[in-house]
Every structure is written in C-alpha cells, then in structure tokens.
C-alpha cells in the first residue's frame, strides 16, 4: 500500500493563531488528496478535495476561507487553519488513493488540533 | 445520496469471542466497499476491501462478504484477540466524487483477556 505522513502529529495553539498541516505522499505521486476531520466519537467528514495545480474543492458547510488548502506539487498538501477557535479542535487526517488503485484510500497518522 | 449504517457500540468481548459488526449501505451503482481500523491515537489502516458482489475480503483473521441482494458488508472474526480492541469505520467509494469515501459512524471494540 502506499505510505502517507502527516506533519505535526499534535499540536496546540492560541485561539487566533494559525496552524499549518502538511500531508506527503512518500512513495507514490498523487494528484488528489482529501482532507478529513474527526470529531471525538464521531466518523470523518469530508472538508475538500485537494487537487494538484488547481483550487481544492470544498465540502458544503466547509469555509475555504478559513481552511485553506495548497496542494503545490505531486507529493505535498498542505491544510492551514486560520484564526483557529477552540470549536476548530479536532483530529484532521488526509487521504489519497495509491498509484495502482482509485477507490482505496491510504491515510496519514492524523494530526491533533487543540486550540486554546 | 449514499450513505453508510453501522451498528452502533462500544462492542466488549472476550477474548476468543466471535465478533460480528454489522454494516449496511445505500448507493447508486456499485460502488467499493471497505472496513478501516483505527487503533487509538492513530490514523486509519485500510483493513480489508471488496470490489463487486459476492467478493470477500479478508485480513488478519478478519473477512467481510460484499452482499449486493441485502446491501451489507458484514465485518466477522472468529476468534478476536485484546490486540483487535480499536474503532471500526465501515465506507464506500463514492466513485462521482473522485474517490472520496464515506464512512459510517465507527464501532468501537473492546476485548478483556
């Protein structure tokens, strides 16, 4: 399967502040990758498809403004939350489909948000 | 629209207990259907897949018949170890949506030696 990673495994942070996530590809090149949010005890939701050289496409109820998504090359995506609020704490994991397959996903570690 | 039903949890067993965990679906086609596992304070890990009906997947003792007349895609194992205990997400590939998957709400299992 494909290996996925995701950069920081946890961070904390001052509510206004904003925090940058980075998902790579470390052993394939994937031109979309999506990004996920899970709430404690709940499933992942969808935010947006990131795709690259081109705008990511946004979930509805998902500000883009605020979640903003740079997937500047084949191997790198990149989530930044901006003027993050503690509602924005959550656990955010992005996804890709590997090289050989399009409808299985591999997924980073996750990255855990507290905002304080 | 598509959409995935799981039973709900927490499920606690034995171990060497058989462990069924229920999933159904709603889908338009015939979509890819998988079951992750996520292990505490990790990510997800796909566990086993089935492309078509009446495939079964299987994985680590785990399997999972894709039943296109009941819509299901039932997780089993016949003897569960303490090592199993993590949330079980069941999705489908919602192939409109260039691969995106949903997932259904997670069963959380726990096993006591």
């Known amino acids: 399967g494909a290996v996925v990673s995701q950069h920081p495994s946890r961070v904390i942070c001052k509510s206004g502040t904003s925090v940058k996530i980075e998902c790579r590809s470390l052993d394939f090149q994937a031109t979309t990758m999506f990004w996920y949010r899970q709430f404690p005890k709940q499933s992942l939701m969808l935010m947006a498809t990131s795709n690259e050289g081109s705008k990511a496409t946004y979930e509805q109820g998902v500000e883009k403004d605020k979640f903003l998504i740079n997937h500047a090359s084949l191997t790198l995506s990149t989530l930044t939350v901006t003027s993050a609020h503690p509602e924005d704490s959550s656990f955010y994991i992005c996804?890709?489909?590997?090289?050989?397959?399009?409808?299985?996903?591999?997924f980073g570690p996750g990255t855990r948000l507290t905002v304080l | 629209g598509n959409s995935v039903t799981q039973m709900e949890g927490p499920v606690t067993l034995s171990e060497e207990a058989f462990l069924t965990i229920n999933c159904t679906y709603t889908a338009t086609g015939y979509p890819s259907l998988f079951w992750y596992v996520q292990y505490p304070g990790e990510g997800l890990q796909l566990l086993l897949k089935a492309t078509k009906a009446d495939d079964k997947g299987s994985n680590k003792g785990f399997e999972a018949t894709y039943r296109k007349e009941t819509t299901s895609f039932h997780l089993e194992k016949g003897s569960v170890q303490v090592s199993d205990s993590a949330v079980y997400f069941c999705?489908?590939?919602?192939?409109?949506?260039?691969?995106?998957?949903?997932f259904g709400k997670g069963t959380k299992l726990s096993v006591k030696p």
């Open positions: 999705a489908l590939s919602d192939r409109g949506s260039q691969g995106n998957l949903i």
């Open positions: 996804g890709t489909n590997g090289e050989t397959s399009t409808d299985t996903q591999y």
